[in-house]
């Protein structure tokens, strides 16, 4: 059959799929960072000791890197999203797009940073 | 026939549909904002245990425990409503989207009371 239409990006519909995908990683390992952090501890600050002993083992910091990468993509597209529903200027919707992927690098930074950190720090 | 809206149509806005949209963005904010701070507090874990259990401390106190009760019904709102999404996308879900909104609205606030009680249990004790 002749196609009738232009082929035009797939750009869009890949953003919305990985956007279901990171919700539901970030779903699940949200639900289990609350209970480890939050509940198990009955609302209790986690002392230090307590959360070191806890990156003792090689998948820690792998899912923690894994929450953040998704956290923020999920966030940030989200972010990214309703620019799109709302900002019609091109010039501004390239200053959002910036800003947003500024934010989004410097704050993985700062998490693999953090995370890596720790993982140093226990050995 | 298919009669078109006014684009300020407020008849929009008794729809759950709407709500669902207008709180999942809201929420969405709310909590990418929150992930900021929180990726820059976690930060002190690699100052050393004094900087940590300073942070900490403070963060023991009652406001922040009710700010935290607060967090968790937020993501529970995003979270399920976000389920909602996913089951309306993949599985045929639009046939009953209104339902499963009632029906994720009620595990979430069930999980909000539960979770809320845990996290609050400590104020005073």
Partial sequence: MKKNFKQTSRRGAIAWLLQRISAAIVFVLLMLHFVTYHFLSRGKAPAYGDVMAKVTSWWFPLLQLVFVTCALYHGLNGVWNIVEDYVSSRFWRLVCYGLILAVGLALFCLGTLTIVRIAYLKA | ?125
């Fill in chain 2, 1 to 125: 026939m298919y009669t078109r809206r006014k684009v300020y149509d407020l008849s929009y806005f008794t729809f759950i549909g709407t709500w669902a949209w207008i709180l999942n963005r809201l929420s969405g904010l709310a909590l990418i904002f929150y992930l900021c701070l929180h990726i820059w507090v976690i930060n002190n874990l690699t100052q050393g245990a004094e900087q940590f259990n300073r942070v900490m401390l403070f963060l023991n106190q009652p406001l922040f425990k009710i700010l935290e009760a607060g967090l968790w019904g937020v993501i529970l709102y995003h979270a399920f409503n976000g389920v909602r999404i996913i089951i309306v996308d993949f599985f045929k879900g639009t046939l009953a989207h209104k339902r499963w909104f009632v029906f994720f609205i009620g595990l979430a606030f069930f999980l909000w009371a539960l979770g809320s009680y845990l996290i609050l249990s400590h104020i005073g004790g």
